[in-house]
Each structure stands twice: as C-alpha cells, then as structure tokens.
Nanobody, 127 residues
Framework: QVQLGESGGGGVQAGGSRRRSCAAAGRTGSGDAMGWFRQAPGKERECVAAISRSGGNTFSADSVKGRFTISTDNAKNTAYLQMNSLQPEATAVYYC????????????????????WGQGPQVTVSS
C-alpha cells in the first residue's frame, strides 16, 4: 500500500512562492506517474499539473502555466510542485496523487486515473 506524505502547505503573500513536496512510502519499483490537484472553496477539484513516470512528459493547466512546475526525484520517491507568482485565487487545498500502475511516458489528468492521494494541506495566498 502506497502512502503519500505532503509538506509545504500554509500561508504566503501574493506574489510569493511555495514549494510543495510529496513523498511516497511503500512503493515498489521505480517511480510512478504523479499529479497535483487543487480544490478551491465552492469549486470542483482540478488537475493543475501532472508528470509521467519517466519524468519526460508533463502537463500544466492553462491557469498555472509558466508559474507552476511539477518535477519528480524517483531516487527519493518524491514529487514536487514549485508555485511562483502566487495570487489569492490560488488559495485552495492542494493534493498530490499517484497513479499506481502507470505507463512510462504518459501523464494522467483525471481524478479516476489516480489510486493514491495525499492528505491535501491548504495553501492560502493573502493580498
């Protein structure tokens, strides 16, 4: 059973940056396709970034493109989300997720594609 432990939540001023980490424990094999999702109050959960198991293919939602970057360190079984130029509309609960059984070069954008989820610390951006 894979467990995802997240860090890097909390408050940040508008224009600031935050780096989220997601460490996978209990994983066998090397790496997995990973994703970062967020859910703002009153809104549906959305995929903001995703990365293939190889790390060679990535996806960024239009709303964060150029400001958020997803990466993985398979040797550490850890995924990262670097968030720059944060604005108050980015306030949300951010979840990392792991597919579980993934193709090497495919990223996944749908909730149903992911079998494992982190606890989702809140990120609050104040103006």
């Amino acid at each position: 059973q894979v467990q995802l432990g997240e860090s890097g939540g909390g408050g940040v001023q508008a224009g600031g940056s935050r780096r989220r980490s997601c460490a996978a424990a209990g994983r066998t094999g090397s790496g997995d396709a990973m994703g970062w999702f967020r859910q703002a109050p009153g809104k549906e959960r959305e995929c903001v970034a995703a990365i293939s198991r190889s790390g060679g293919n990535t996806f960024s939602a239009d709303s964060v493109k150029g400001r958020f970057t997803i990466s993985t360190d398979n040797a550490k079984n850890t995924a990262y989300l670097q968030m720059n130029s944060l604005q108050p509309e980015a306030t949300a609960v951010y979840y990392c997720a792991a597919v579980g059984t993934s193709s090497l070069n495919q990223y996944y954008r749908g909730d149903d594609d992911y079998g494992y989820w982190g606890q989702g610390p809140q990120v609050t951006v104040s103006s």
